[in-house]
């Protein structure tokens, strides 16, 4: 589950008011090197949830993006690089995801987290 789905993922189920964001809990990480893309990377940044993503890098060990997004980063290349890596090239390969609400966990295997209840 690279870290650019885990910025939409929420916990939908029945009666649930506010599943999101889910804590990742990884116990297997990859880290790919994937053909850098600057004008996807441009096109993603203001849809992502700045903070959920910076927490997301954090639990599996990234801790080098700026905690606060400003309009200066949209174009300093070595910026948008370091996203690209931490949005396309993390892969978390097992682990957990904790809705925040209830507590459920749901199971990443293979990199794909099973939502079924």
């Given at each position: 589950m690279k870290l650019l789905l885990h910025n939409v993922l929420r916990n939908n189920?029945?009666?649930v008011v506010e599943g999101y964001p889910l804590r990742i809990t990884a116990s297997e990480v990859q880290v790919?090197?994937?053909?850098y893309n600057e004008e996807f990377v441009r096109h993603m940044l203001p849809t992502l949830n700045w903070g959920v993503l910076v927490e997301a890098a954090k639990s599996v060990g990234i801790t080098t993006l700026p905690s606060s997004l400003t309009p200066a980063l949209s174009s300093d290349s070595s910026f948008l690089r370091a996203l690209h890596h931490v949005l396309v090239n993390?892969?978390?390969?097992?682990?957990?995801?904790?809705?925040?609400?209830?507590?459920?966990?749901?199971?990443?295997?293979?990199?794909?987290?099973?939502?079924?209840?």
């Open positions: 189920s029945k009666g790919t090197d994937n053909e993390v892969h978390v390969v097992s682990g957990v995801l904790t809705c925040p609400e209830t507590g459920k966990e749901f199971a990443i295997s293979d990199g794909i987290a099973n939502f079924m209840l």
